[in-house]
Structures are given as structure tokens and as C-alpha cells.
């Protein structure tokens, strides 16, 4: 396939860290190149629905990466339905949108979807109306009432389980306790950490951590809604509003973003601003449709 020959070519040359994944270096990389991406640029400014991964595309840490005002401005002119999409479920949407706002970007709260809002809704398709034993914070809470969920800690439907720092032996025991007198386990997402807000470099634990206790001493394995589960994809489609053919998926990582896509039939693009360089798709046994250093290429009309 010629995407994969071209990623075998660009990464046979050795460099000298291909990790690095600050600008000057990702200008340098010696493919993609600027035919390449005019091209990859053409075919995904095509599209009608954009479902855009935030942590290593949008941002790295407390930074804005390069070109992102200028693509969600694109975006906004020229009509596009678009959705910031995160596997972590503590943030409320207005969280969420505050938070952009802080960086500097123009967004509105409905233009974030959540693992908890995917959450949700699965849910809500599974048993209308029902009830749940929350680990998790305000996101999870908002979203699950917002679908007409009630707390019940004594004989919930659901025990789901989300990203938290109000954790505790006697939540993990009482899970525990209502998932051996029937409460489906539910996780938010299957990612084991998220990256450290604390220590760059580091990562603290996420959802798929939180519960795995859970899981061990009842005996039971979690349904996780959110990314690479391409539930979650088809649920962003359904509220942007827009086929799969007419939407594409932009993300760092191979694992949720890229596979989620694939398995939801959505077009995707990697970009190289976040986890995975060109590298590391090498690993891989499937690809990305298109693979772009970072958001700037889709507004770089230089393509250099
Ligand atoms: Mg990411």
C-alpha cells in the first residue's frame, strides 16, 4: 500500500530522535511532503462532519498547538459540523469549553463529547430511565441525570465507573457488593492513565485503573463504552449529524483514535503533534487514511 511504503522509506533513514515531536522538528520530518499534504489537506477540508481528538491535537498540557484558532475559525466559516472528542469523563462539556476558552480558542459547550455523554447514552439505549452506583466525578453525574438517570447506591441497574479523585476502599467494597447482587459494571473508558497534570512526563491512573480492583474481586469484566469501542464514534456521528463517509476523525493515537475509526468506518488522520511518531505506526497492523504532522497542515497553505 503506498501509505505504507512511504512511511517505510521516511522512517528507514535513521533520525536522530523520532520522538521528538516539538515543531521544528515535525517541519523537518522528510515525509509527509508538501504534495502529500495539499493533497491529504484537500481530501479532509472535504469533508462535512469533524470529530476532533483534544489531548496531543489540540493541546499539549497547558500548550495550544500551532494552527488550531485558525482551523476551528476555518471550520466555523465555512459551516463545518464539528465535535471535541475526549475519552476522559470527569470535565463537564462547560469544563471542557472553559478550558479552551483559558487557551484561547473560540468553541460553544455543544461542541464537546465526552466518554461520559457516550456513556450515557448507551445506557439510556440499554434501559431508559434506570439507575446507577457512580464512581466519578461531575461530568459523569451530569451526564447520566441529563439522560434521566437517578444515584441509587442500594440496587442500581449499573455500577459505572469513570475518571475520579473521590476514591476509596469503601467505594471500591460497595461496588464490589452491588456487582455480586447483579449491577452491570460499566467503564467509561478502557485507558489505564491519562498524562500527569502534575509531572510532565508522567501519567496518573484513568478509568480503566479505577476499576480494574472491581473487576478482579467480583469476577466480572467491565463493558467500556468509550474509544477504540466504535460505539463511541457512531454515538459523535449521530450527534453531529453527518454519514461516515461525509466525516473524519483527527487523532494522536493509534490505539483509540485511528482504530476506533477504522472499526466505525470513519476516515481518520494521525497527527504526529501527540503520542505517536511516524515511527511507531511501523507497530502497527492496520493505518490511518491520511497522516498529517499536526493540525497547522490543515491551514498551512504554504505545505511547507
Ligand atoms: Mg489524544
Known amino acids: ?28 520530518l522528510p515525509w509527509p511532503d508538501a504534495a502529500y499534504i495539499r493533497e491529504a489537506r484537500r481530501r479532509v477540508l472535504d ?3 469533524f470529530i476532533i481528538d483534544m489531548d496531543g491535537v489540540i493541546y499539549r498540557g497547558d500548550h495550544l498547538l500551532p494552527g488550531v484558532n485558525e482551523f476551528v475559525a476555518w471550520l466555523t466559516d465555512h459551516g463545518k459540523r464539528f465535535v471535541f472528542l475526549t475519552n476522559s469523563s470527569d470535565k463537564t462539556p462547560d469544563e471542557l469549553h472553559r478550558k479552551l476558552s483559558r487557551l484561547g480558542v473560540v468553541s460553544h459547550g455543544s461542541n464537546f ?20 452506583y457512580v464512581i466519578g466525578d461531575p461530568g459523569l453525574h451530569q451526564a447520566l441525570y441529563a439522560c434521566g438517570y437517578v444515584m441509587n447506591d442500594v440496587n442500581p441497574d449499573y455500577v459505572v465507573v469513570g475518571e475520579t479523585r473521590n476514591y ?25 492513565t491519562d498524562p500527569s497534570p502534575a509531572y510532565p512526563g508522567e501519567v496518573i491512573p484513568a478509568a480503566g485503573s479505577l476499576i480494574t480492583p472491581i473487576e478482579k474481586a467480583s469476577g466480572v469484566n467491565a463493558y467500556f463504552v468509550g474509544k477504540p469501542n466504535p460505539l463511541m464514534m457512531r454515538s459523535a456521528l449521530s450527534v453531529l449529524g ?24 470513519i476516515d481518520s488522520v494521525l497527527v504526529l503533534s501527540g503520542v505517536t511518531s511516524l515511527q511507531d505506526t511501523r507497530q502497527w497492523s492496520f493505518l490511518p487514511r491520511f497522516v498529517l504532522r499536526g493540525i497547522f497542515d490543515l491551514v498551512d497553505s504554504s505545505g511547507s
Open 1 to 28: 500500500m503506498e501509505l505504507q511504503r512511504r512511511i517505510k522509506e521516511a522512517t528507514d533513514t535513521p533520525r536522530e530522535n523520532q520522538k521528538d515531536f516539538r515543531l521544528e522538528h515535525l517541519k523537518q
Open 47 to 49: 469533508k462535512e462532519g
Open 113 to 132: 463529547y465526552t466518554s461520559a455523554m457516550a456513556t450515557a447514552a448507551f445506557l439510556t439505549s440499554q434501559k431508559p430511565q434506570g439507575s446507577a
Open 168 to 192: 476509596s476502599y469503601e467505594k471500591i467494597e460497595h461496588a464490589v457488593h452491588l456487582v455480586l447482587n447483579g449491577a452491570k459494571l460499566i467503564g467509561t473508558n478502557c485507558d489505564k
Open 242 to 265: 453527518t454519514k461516515r463517509v461525509e466525516t473524519v476523525i483527527i487523532g494522536d493515537r493509534m490505539d483509540t483514535d485511528i482504530l476506533g475509526g477504522l472499526e466505525a468506518g
